[in-house]
């Protein structure tokens, strides 16, 4: 019943430059990926391309569930997510930020409420909730990027740099979230970090992007 | 002093806002206000369009557009007259010399700006809204909504820029429109007449009120780019 990926022979390229060569990965178990590799590798281009925002200039990405393929529609594109480095808050409060997801999927009234509630609550958002999301720290505003993707309940939750700009205290939160998510199995998580101790705290399975190619380690 | 004596005339005018004045002003606010809010309904579709598909001859059209920002309004107001006049293509609507004949001219000069600077303020949006949008499971129609509402400030401040552009214009509803007192003889066009006229106390008085309008205007255009900024400083 576990939603997989599989991405397999992915090329990119951008202004001539190959970022991704014959890139392939499967992204079939529950459980936390770690995605680490160098600055510019292409490990944010991967994560877009696997979430279907980005096409590749050639390959395939496959979506399934126990082996059998799930057609890369609006519906499966609203079961996985992706929260960028820099989030993209919407120029609103905190709560519209976190409901949007709802609102969009026609989700509202008291079951939108406490999905939001739950979400900022997660998150230890919930008394920031009335402020104008552009005007959130760097941490609050990852964390408010993730309560945005949770409320949404993603099968596979794709996280970009979550602890990039974000200090010590907010970090641990942002682990525990992502490893309480783990412990109630909410989704399988992929997430791209630099911190190799962050790496070996979160990972069940590591992973290093090199001359555009994902090799395990 | 002949200056301090109209200027005094003119606010004893103002603070006695007789029926002829008051008629005056309102109908500058009603013609202007129907061709912006005209302006709107076509030019901000027009600008979605602009921002969100791709289509042949797109690059042309918003130079095209970015140019008619600055249509000379005498101009427009020959080139409405000749459609609206008796002999012309439009002749058979008897529109000329009326409101709606105002209507139409200050139509066609705010149509650019507010198309050209919704447009603008649509692609202004940093890439990653919509992006983000997309992450969240939006449609193509949601993402460009969101886009759109990203952008509002911007799109507030062209139709704002849109009516003080022609509520200060004259050109083009003088030729249309005639000066026809109690029927199409707005704030502009009486200040042009009475100017003429040797007539200053009333053309003085509508002179404030019209500068009082574009201080508003412009407030409220200050006031939306600040909320547009508020808290984007980061
Ligand atoms: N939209 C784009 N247009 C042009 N070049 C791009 C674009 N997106 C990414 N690139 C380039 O592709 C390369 C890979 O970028 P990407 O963001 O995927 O790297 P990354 O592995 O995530 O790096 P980092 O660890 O710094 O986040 C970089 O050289 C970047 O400049
Ligand atoms: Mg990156």
Same mark, same amino acid.
């Given at each position: 019943?576990?939603?997989?990926?599989?991405?397999?022979?992915?090329w990119?390229?951008?202004?001539?430059d190959?970022?991704?060569?014959?890139?392939?990965f499967?992204?079939n178990?529950?459980?936390?990926?770690?995605?680490?590799?160098?600055?510019?590798?292409?490990?944010?281009?991967?994560l877009?391309?696997?979430?279907?925002?980005?096409?590749?200039?050639s390959?395939?990405?496959?979506?399934?569930?126990?082996?059998?393929?799930?057609?890369?529609?609006?519906?499966?594109?609203?079961?996985?997510?992706?929260?960028?480095p820099?989030?993209?808050?919407?120029?609103?409060?905190?709560?519209?930020?976190?409901?949007?997801?709802?609102?969009?999927?026609g989700?509202g009234?008291?079951?939108?409420?406490?999905?939001?509630a739950?979400?900022?609550?997660?998150?230890?958002?919930?008394?920031?909730?009335?402020?104008?999301?552009?005007?959130?720290?760097?941490?609050?505003t990852?964390?408010?990027?993730?309560?945005?993707?949770?409320?949404?309940?993603?099968?596979?939750?794709?996280?970009?740099?979550?602890?990039?700009?974000?200090?010590?205290?907010?970090t641990?939160?942002?682990?525990?979230?992502?490893?309480?998510?783990?412990?109630?199995s909410?989704?399988?998580?992929?997430?791209?970090?630099?911190?190799?101790?962050?790496?070996?705290?979160?990972?069940?399975?590591?992973?290093?992007?090199?001359?555009?190619?994902?090799?395990?380690? | 002093?002949?200056l301090?004596?109209?200027?005094?005339?003119?606010?004893?005018?103002i603070?006695?806002?007789? *029926?002829?004045?008051?008629?005056?002003?309102l109908?500058?606010?009603?013609?202007s206000?129907? *061709?912006?809010?005209?302006?709107?309904?076509?030019?901000?579709?027009a600008?979605?369009?602009?921002?969100f598909?791709?289509?042949?001859?797109?690059?042309?059209?918003?130079?095209?557009?970015?140019?008619?920002?600055?249509?000379?309004?005498?101009?427009?107001?020959?080139?409405?007259?000749?459609?609206?006049?008796?002999?012309g293509?439009?002749?058979?609507l008897?529109?000329l010399?009326?409101?709606?004949?105002?209507?139409?001219a200050?139509?066609?000069?705010?149509?650019?700006?507010?198309?050209?600077?919704?447009?603008? *303020?649509?692609?202004?949006?940093?890439?990653?809204?919509?992006?983000?949008?997309?992450?969240?499971?939006?449609?193509?129609?949601?993402?460009?909504?969101?886009v759109?509402?990203?952008?509002?400030?911007?799109?507030m401040?062209?139709?704002?820029?849109?009516?003080?552009?022609?509520?200060?214009?004259?050109? *083009?509803i003088?030729?249309?429109?005639?000066?026809?007192?109690?029927?199409?003889r707005?704030?502009?066009t009486?200040?042009?007449?009475?100017?003429?006229?040797?007539?200053?106390?009333?053309?003085?008085?509508?002179?404030?009120?019209?500068?009082?309008?574009?201080?508003?205007i412009n407030?409220?255009?200050?006031?939306?780019?600040?909320?547009?900024t508020?808290?984007?400083g980061?």
């Amino acid at each position: 019943m576990t939603l997989g990926l599989s991405a397999s022979g992915i090329w990119k390229k951008y202004n001539g430059d190959q970022i991704l060569r014959d890139c392939s990965f499967s992204f079939n178990e529950q459980g936390i990926y770690v995605l680490t590799g160098a600055n510019g590798c292409g490990k944010s281009t991967f994560l877009r391309i696997c979430t279907l925002i980005e096409e590749p200039d050639s390959g395939e990405i496959h979506y399934s569930v126990d082996g059998r393929m799930v057609q890369k529609d609006l519906e499966l594109k609203r079961r996985i997510t992706l929260v960028l480095p820099k989030v993209g808050v919407f120029n609103t409060t905190v709560l519209k930020n976190v409901a949007y997801g709802l609102k969009i999927r026609g989700i509202g009234g008291t079951e939108a409420t406490e999905r939001v509630a739950k979400a900022l609550e997660f998150v230890e958002l919930r008394h920031k909730m009335d402020q104008n999301a552009l005007t959130l720290s760097s941490g609050e505003t990852q964390r408010l990027g993730i309560a945005r993707a949770l409320v949404i309940n993603p099968e596979i939750l794709f996280l970009d740099e979550p602890t990039a700009s974000v200090d010590q205290k907010n970090t641990g939160i942002i682990e525990d979230i992502i490893l309480n998510m783990k412990r109630d199995s909410m989704a399988t998580v992929v997430i791209t970090t630099h911190d190799r101790e962050q790496a070996a705290r979160l990972a069940d399975h590591l992973l290093v992007m090199n001359e555009g190619k994902i090799l395990p380690c | 002093m002949f200056l301090a004596e109209s200027f005094k005339t003119a606010f004893s005018l103002i603070i006695g806002l007789n *029926a002829e004045l008051l008629g005056i002003i309102l109908l500058s606010l009603r013609v202007s206000g129907t *061709a912006l809010l005209i302006a709107t309904l076509l030019g901000l579709p027009a600008a979605a369009l602009l921002g969100f598909k791709r289509f042949r001859l797109k690059g042309t059209i918003i130079s095209i557009l970015h140019t008619f920002m600055g249509l000379p309004p005498v101009v427009v107001g020959l080139l409405v007259y000749l459609l609206l006049s008796r002999s012309g293509p439009l002749g058979f609507l008897a529109l000329l010399y009326t409101p709606s004949a105002m209507i139409i001219a200050q139509s066609i000069l705010a149509f650019p700006i507010v198309a050209a600077l919704s447009h603008s *303020a649509i692609v202004g949006v940093d890439r990653i809204i919509t992006q983000a949008s997309m992450t969240l499971g939006a449609t193509p129609y949601q993402v460009s909504l969101t886009v759109i509402r990203e952008a509002r400030y911007g799109i507030m401040s062209g139709i704002l820029a849109a009516f003080g552009r022609v509520m200060a214009e004259v050109g *083009a509803i003088l030729i249309v429109g005639g000066n026809i007192a109690g029927f199409t003889r707005v704030m502009t066009t009486t200040i042009a007449l009475e100017t003429d006229k040797g007539n200053f106390d009333l053309a003085l008085a509508l002179g404030i009120i019209l500068l009082t309008i574009s201080l508003a205007i412009n407030s409220a255009v200050r006031l939306v780019q600040q909320k547009g900024t508020a808290g984007a400083g980061r």
